[in-house]
């Protein structure tokens, strides 16, 4: 796979039970670039993050990252997760292992690298999004902030080509809400190829090439976050952009 | 268990414990009542308690004078005058009843560790089992676990005792298992090493050290996979030297094979049905109940966990065996301490089908015939709630040993 890989999706329909989770649909993400997705509660942006990871199946359509086909056996998944980081919304980091564990775990095990050597990598992680310092802590010793910058560590300590980041800041504070940011934007900015769900108009606007907008299982507009966020052409994306404007 | 409930609360309050945490704040008024409040409680109980306990000595010693009973302990070094059918130290009609005592409670000892052992790493794996992602294995685990648990333990005894003793040859034609071992509808005959040689106890510690070795080189062997490192070259000697160290022992020893004379075997050491079908029995059992413990445990465990350590990457097992057992451990270990203390109990079923264990030689046999049921009962209590508390301790040191923290 290549360093920074492109992410394609095509006509991808997912159904839970008999509810359609995602309708058809279609998007490029061009390597090195960041695309923001948006949309109400419930619309089908985590589905459909997930699902380019290969955590969700799917019953329609295709994903390829990198050229190739995302497949479904278990083999096939685990070689592509390798090169496919994945932050999530309540960080889940390991709570019974050290941050620095946390971060050394997926690089001994699945890229077999050796203990002193991971070491030195996760450290250098750390000490990039901030966290250096907290290296030898269990995570419950750690801020809301602090533990998602150290699951970004996490995701990155196995050199992926591709980060997903699932409402990474929304289970935090203002203050910590920058940081985590912060360390994003510098990622962005380093052309790691990205898929961020995220309310964040200002992170969009700085770093994001586009930003996707879906309601109810479908992606109902996309555009470059300027336009977007200043003139939406549907009638959906404006109401969703005047509720977030407001609270 | 309380024992661990409470450390576990401590251990949340320690990990709350900032790093920097300030000098220790004054008592409020709230925590002053509450703290006199305490003393008042704990005054009280002491003092019903203390009441209690007067009343009840006071009782019994009056009546046991008024019968004319005698009593005290002296009775443990008389002799006893019964053999015992199997025991680990040797017995003969001449041995006292606090020999008596020692060999039966050995029994116990036996008879509950090997059954704590083998139900632990069945209930593990029926319970793993049990949550694995594949279908057939998961109905065959339930079938397993709902046929096993929902039928009375006695029942399981009986069963087990019914299959060895009935489907097993008579002695005559005893199944030899490559000429050294021997299996009968009187028992497991194994060979054992003539024992009261000086010899032996050189053996001894050098089969202990084997043991030691190889496990201390097994784990070593172990942590390295988990780490995805190469075995280090420690845990390879110590394995091989604790092989050979033990191999040595063995070859040692004077063994001595049980023969066919007249109606039974002589030498060796020979294992009843009753002991089989009892150990059977219990593990059978508790493992169901193990399992179940595990599932739970396992289940508890919050789904992120599992996702996150997919989208890394990492391969089904190991996600199983260092992301999502260690978590479950914090769910899984006071039940199983309670599990436990159910099987060292239940042990005494061992009655039922006549193995001779603690309760049967001393409860039983050592009370009909010096009739001190006070003081029998009196021990044979304390020795079931002192493994009970071991067990509780053992099991609260291994907790905070795996780090049982807060998520
Ligand atoms: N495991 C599941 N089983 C059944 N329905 C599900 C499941 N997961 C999600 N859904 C449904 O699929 C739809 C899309 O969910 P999804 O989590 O992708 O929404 P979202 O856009 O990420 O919303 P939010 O902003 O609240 O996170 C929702 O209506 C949800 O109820
Ligand atoms: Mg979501």
Same mark, same amino acid.
């Given at each position: ?247 | ?211 030691? =070795? ?7 062997? /172990?942590? !390295?996979?988990?780490?995805? &490192? %190469?075995?280090?070259? $420690? *845990? #390879? ?53 193990? =399992? ?7 289940? /508890?465990? !919050?789904?992120?966990?599992? &996702? %996150?350590?997919?989208? $890394? *990457? #990492? ?70 709630? %002192? ?21």
């Amino acid at each position: 796979m290549t360093a920074n890989a492109s992410i394609s999706v095509r006509s991808l329909s997912k159904w839970y039970g008999s509810w359609r989770a995602l309708r058809d649909v279609s998007m490029d993400i061009e390597g090195g670039t960041c695309t923001v997705l948006c949309g109400p509660s419930g619309s089908g942006k985590s589905t459909l993050l997930r699902c380019l990871n290969g955590l969700e199946e799917w019953q329609e359509g295709d994903v390829v990252i990198g050229g190739v086909p995302v497949g479904y056996r278990a083999g096939e998944l685990r070689r592509l997760r390798r090169d496919v980081g994945m932050v999530f919304q309540s960080f889940n980091l390991f709570p019974h292992l050290s941050v620095l564990d946390n971060v050394t775990l997926a690089p001994r095990i699945v890229r077999r690298r050796g203990r002193r050597e991971s070491e030195q990598h996760a450290m250098q992680l750390l000490e990039r999004v901030g966290v250096g310092q907290h290296a030898a802590k269990l995570p419950s010793a750690l801020s809301g902030g602090q533990q998602q910058r150290v699951a970004i560590a996490r995701a990155l300590a196995m050199r992926p080509s591709i980060l997903l980041f699932d409402e990474p800041t929304s289970a935090l504070d203002p203050e910590s809400v920058k940081e985590v940011l912060d360390v994003m934007i510098d990622l962005a900015r380093s052309g790691t190829t990205m898929a961020v769900v995220t309310h964040e108009m200002g992170f969009a606007r700085r770093v994001a090439g586009r930003v996707v907008f879906m309601d109810k299982g479908s992606i109902v507009e996309t555009g470059e976050p300027d336009e977007f966020f200043d003139c939406p052409c549907t009638d959906r994306a404006k109401a969703f952009l005047g509720n977030i404007a407001r609270n | 268990m309380a024992v661990s409930d409470q450390d576990m609360a401590t251990g949340i309050w320690n990990a709350a414990e900032g790093d920097e945490a300030d000098a220790r704040p004054h008592l409020g008024p709230r925590q002053r009542w509450a703290r006199r409040k305490a003393i008042l409680q704990q005054a009280a109980v002491l003092l019903l308690v203390a009441a209690v306990a007067v009343f009840v000595i006071r009782n019994t010693v009056v009546n046991l004078q008024a019968r004319g009973l005698a009593s005290g302990f002296d009775f443990l070094r008389q002799e006893a005058g019964f053999k015992m059918a199997f025991s680990l130290i040797a017995i003969d009609p001449t041995s006292t009843y606090g020999r008596i005592f020692l060999a039966g409670l050995l029994n116990s000892l036996l008879v509950a560790a090997l059954a704590i052992v083998a139900a632990t790493m069945l209930g593990f794996a029926v319970g793993l089992a049990r949550v694995s992602p594949s279908a057939p294995v998961r109905y065959v685990a339930r079938g397993y676990v709902e046929l096993v648990r929902n039928l009375p333990l006695l029942l399981h005894l009986l069963l087990w005792q019914a299959v060895v003793l009935r489907s097993l040859p008579v002695v005559r034609e005893a199944i030899g298992l490559g000429g050294f071992a021997f299996l009968s509808n009187r028992g497991l005959y194994l060979p054992a090493p003539v024992a009261g040689d000086a010899k032996a106890m050189v053996v001894a510690v050098a089969v202990a050290t084997g043991i030691a =070795a190889i496990v201390a080189g097994w784990s070593i062997r /172990s942590r !390295a996979q988990a780490r995805g &490192e %190469a075995p280090p070259r $420690l *845990g #390879l000697v110590l394995a091989a030297g604790g092989l050979v160290s033990n191999a040595a022992a063995i070859a040692l020893l004077d063994w001595q094979v049980p023969v066919l004379a007249g109606f039974d075997f002589r030498g060796g050491l020979k294992l009843m049905p009753e002991f089989v079908s009892l150990v059977a029995a219990l593990t059978i059992y508790n493992s169901a109940f193990v =399992a179940e413990i595990v599932r739970a445990g396992v289940q /508890s465990v !919050a789904r992120g966990q599992r &996702e %996150a350590a997919l989208a $890394l *990457g #990492l391969p089904p097992k190991l996600i199983l065996r260092l992301v999502i057992v260690p978590q479950a451990m914090r769910v899984i270990i006071p039940p199983l301490a309670n599990q436990y203390t159910h099987l060292i109990k239940a042990s005494a079923l061992a009655t039922v089908v006549g193995f001779p264990d603690l309760v049967n030689v001393f409860l039983g046999t050592s009370l009909n015939q010096t009739g001190r049921a006070v003081e029998i009962a009196v021990i044979t209590a304390c020795v079931y709630l %002192a493994l009970s508390t071991s067990v509780a301790l053992a099991t609260s040191a291994y907790g905070r040993r795996v780090k049982l923290v807060e998520r």
